[in-house]
C-alpha cells in the first residue's frame, strides 16, 4: 500500500501564492503518476494536475499558467506551486498517485484546506 499526505494549504488574498506537498510512504517504487485534483464546497471533485514518472506534467485549463507541479522521485514527493489565486481556487486539495500512466488513482490523500479571500 501507498500512503499520501498533503501539507501546505492555508488562508491566503486573492493574488497569492502557496505551494502544497504531498509526501508518498509505503510502496513508492510501485508508483507512475502522481496528481492533484480539488473539491470545492458543493461541488464535484475535478482534476487540477499530474505528472508521470518522466517528470512529463499535465494541468487543467482552469489552473494552466497558474500552477506548476513537480515530484522529486528520491524523496517520494511531488509539490504543486499555486500562484494567483483567486476565490474560486477555494477547495480542498488532494494529492492521488497510481501504478498505471493512465487510468484511475490508487491512493489518495486527506486534502488540505486552500481558502482565497477576495
Do not use: H
Not at 17 to 30: N, P, V, W, Y
Not at 31 to 50: H, T
Amino acid at each position: 500500500q501507498v500512503q499520501l499526505v498533503e501539507s501546505g494549504g492555508g488562508l491566503v488574498q486573492a493574488g497569492g501564492s502557496l505551494k502544497l506537498s504531498c509526501a508518498a510512504s509505503g510502496r513508492t517504487f510501485s508508483l507512475d503518476a502522481m496528481g492533484w485534483f480539488r473539491q470545492a464546497p458543493g461541488k464535484e471533485r475535478e482534476f487540477v494536475a499530474s505528472i508521470s514518472s518522466t517528470g512529463g506534467a499535465t494541468f487543467a485549463d482552469s489552473v494552466s499558467g497558474r500552477f506548476t507541479m513537480s515530484r522529486d522521485a528520491d524523496k517520494n514527493t511531488a509539490s504543486l506551486e499555486v500562484n494567483s489565486l483567486t476565490p474560486e481556487d477555494t477547495a480542498v486539495y488532494y494529492c492521488a498517485a497510481r501504478r498505471l500512466t493512465q487510468g484511475e488513482y490508487d491512493f489518495w490523500g486527506q486534502g488540505t484546506q486552500v481558502t482565497v479571500s477576495s
